[in-house]
């Protein structure tokens, strides 16, 4: 099922014409209301050497949230002009926090970036550097996004395929098919779950698969054309 997977990202990315970097992305570009993205990293490949996927993530899963897919994607990437351009905030994206709290394990932490700041001003000062290297990150880290435009709310198939791409890569056959590289910044996570699985992912890690979401994946990429 895992190779399945991979070759359903293939058709997908044709239909694309390609992964995007969110470096090079803003709100003008043709973004759907909602979907799906499937993050890589650089240097992160499969065993039979196709881009290993390290993110899974969607949107809009509360009934009546007006959360966009670009919207999302922007909270991830960060600032792109302003006081604090190239920078962003890893309080409005967990994915932005795993990763930050990852690179401080790996460089060190100078400012401790649980400390708490009074001054709200002050403390974005002191983390815009940090702030930068997440965004630089991130930003590097090509990706593909899968339209799928279903009213917002748990049982989205947006939901379903979130919930069951990260279970299917996170199962035990899967990681010892894809390990991460031995750089992969995810290895100095301090959350268990990143580092067994190999994905910047925590919620659904481990979970059983329901093998349904295939079907969905599918049935959306072919309607992606």
Known sequence: MLDDFYDLLDELQQR?????????????????????????EPGEVRADGRPRVVRVGTHALTSGSSTTLWK???????????????GGNHRGSIFRHHVGTA?????????????????????????HPHEVKV????????????VVNDP?????????????????????????????????????SDRPAITSSGLWNVNHVGEQVDTTFMDSLE???SGNG
């Not at 400012?111 to 709200?120: I, P, Q």
């Not at 965004?135 to 899968?146: D, E, K, T, V």
């Not at 890569?169 to 910044?185: E, K, V, Y």
């Open 16 to 40: 694309l014409g390609g992964t995007r970097v969110l470096a090079d992305c803003d709100g003008r570009q043709d973004w759907p209301q909602r979907g799906v993205y499937f993050f890589f």
């Open 152 to 188: 917002p709310g748990p049982s989205s198939d947006r939901g379903a395929i979130e919930r069951g791409a990260i279970a299917l890569l996170s199962a035990p056959s899967s990681r010892a098919a894809d390990q991460p590289s031995p750089g992969w910044l995810g290895r100095f």
């Open 135 to 146: 965004s630089h990150h991130i930003g590097s880290m090509p990706f593909l996004w899968l």
């Open 72 to 86: 999302r994607l922007s909270q991830h990437r960060g600032h792109v002009g302003g006081n604090h351009a190239g």
């Open 103 to 127: 690179l401080f394990a790996r460089d060190g932490d100078p400012l401790g970036l649980a400390t708490s700041w009074s001054d709200r001003k002050q403390r974005n000062n002191a983390e």
């Open 219 to 221: 049935r959306n990429i």
